[in-house]
């Protein structure tokens, strides 16, 4: 980690900046990195939990292999993102914000991707899946399994 912490000068701004590239290295920002990173700037580990804890991107625990997020934004919403919701909490065994135990599958929400026309929407690993309907949410997850094999 220090090797890593190197690169950047130790300024208070960087904070941001280090804490993306730990979360696009590991997937998630492990909790034993924060005293390295405290150290390096100079600032306290409970500042960064602040940070950590403001924006919603960032994970102290290690995210699913492949990443589910539904858009829960009033367009979708009125379109039946709830039921969608519902199908993937369902289907998956787990809620927004939690991890499968075969560490598979994240579930997330969010709202408005900027694509209303489409909604209700599913985005899979970046992909948007539009016009949603509960009876798709089984085929997309066996999908995303096979691509596994
Ligand atoms: S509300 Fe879902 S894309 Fe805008």
Same mark, same amino acid.
């Given at each position: 980690?220090?090797?890593?912490?190197?690169?950047?000068?130790?300024?208070?701004?960087?904070?941001?900046?280090?804490?993306?590239?730990?979360?696009?290295?590991?997937?998630?920002?492990?909790?034993?990195?924060?005293?390295?990173?405290?150290?390096?700037?100079?600032? /306290?580990?409970?500042?960064?939990?602040? $940070?950590?804890?403001?924006?919603? @991107?960032?994970?102290?625990?290690?995210? +699913? *292999?492949?990443?589910?997020?539904?858009?829960?934004?009033?367009?979708?919403?009125?379109?039946?993102?709830?039921?969608?919701?519902?199908?993937?909490?369902?289907?998956?065994?787990?809620?927004?914000?939690?991890?499968?135990?075969?560490?598979?599958? /994240?579930?997330?929400?969010?709202?408005? $991707?900027?694509?209303?026309?489409? @909604?209700?929407?599913?985005?899979?690993? +970046? *992909?948007?899946?539009?016009?949603?309907?509960?009876?798709?949410?089984?085929?997309?997850?066996?999908?995303?399994?096979?691509?596994?094999?």
């Amino acid at each position: 980690m220090e090797k890593e912490l190197k690169k950047f000068e130790g300024k208070q701004e960087e904070l941001i900046h280090i804490l993306h590239e730990i979360q696009q290295k590991y997937g998630y920002i492990p909790p034993q990195t924060l005293s390295s990173i405290a150290k390096h700037l100079k600032i /306290s580990e409970a500042e960064i939990y602040g $940070v950590l804890t403001f924006y919603k @991107g960032f994970s102290l625990e290690p995210k +699913g *292999k492949h990443r589910v997020t539904i858009c829960m934004g009033t367009a979708c919403h009125v379109r039946g993102a709830p039921m969608i919701l519902d199908e993937f909490e369902r289907q998956m065994g787990i809620k927004p914000e939690e991890t499968s135990e075969d560490k598979l599958f /994240s579930l997330e929400t969010v709202n408005c $991707v900027g694509a209303c026309a489409l @909604g209700p929407i599913a985005i899979i690993d +970046g *992909k948007y899946h539009g016009h949603m309907v509960p009876q798709k949410v089984k085929n997309l997850i066996e999908q995303t399994k096979k691509e596994e094999e």
